[in-house]
């Protein structure tokens, strides 16, 4: 079970930071978002036993994932918010191998918190 929160509204250039809790300690966890009528798209990627992180080129200098361990939840702290990022945002869990931003490889999922940015 994934469960996200720190979504909310905020003015261009604003901040959030998205939390997401896990029931248990997953290996590879990932933020993904879908706006109205787009795909929904890989953001941020890590690899729990490193850190190691990888970004979807809009957001990389602004959005930065990471984790805590001993709470099992992995963040998403986002600065220079833009009108562009609002969207539901979603983590993720468990990829199935491929493409880590193909949403599709994906095996768990949380439900979603909304960032709206105006």
């Known amino acids: 079970q994934l469960v996200e929160s720190g979504g909310g509204s905020v003015q261009t250039g604003g901040s959030l930071r998205l939390s997401c809790e896990a029931s248990r300690y997953r290996t590879w966890m990932a933020w993904f978002r879908q706006a109205p009528g787009r795909e929904r798209e890989g953001v941020a990627l890590i690899y729990r036993g490193t850190g190691d992180a990888r970004y979807v080129d809009s957001v990389k200098g602004r959005f930065t994932i990471s984790q805590d361990n001993a709470k099992n939840t992995v963040y998403l702290q986002m600065i220079d918010l833009k009108p562009e990022d609002t969207a539901m945002y979603y983590c993720?869990?468990?990829?199935?191998?491929?493409?880590?931003?193909?949403?599709?490889?994906?095996?768990?999922w949380g439900q979603g918190t909304q960032v709206t940015v105006s």
């Open positions: 993720a869990a468990e990829s199935r191998g491929g493409i880590w931003s193909d949403w599709t490889k994906w095996e768990y």
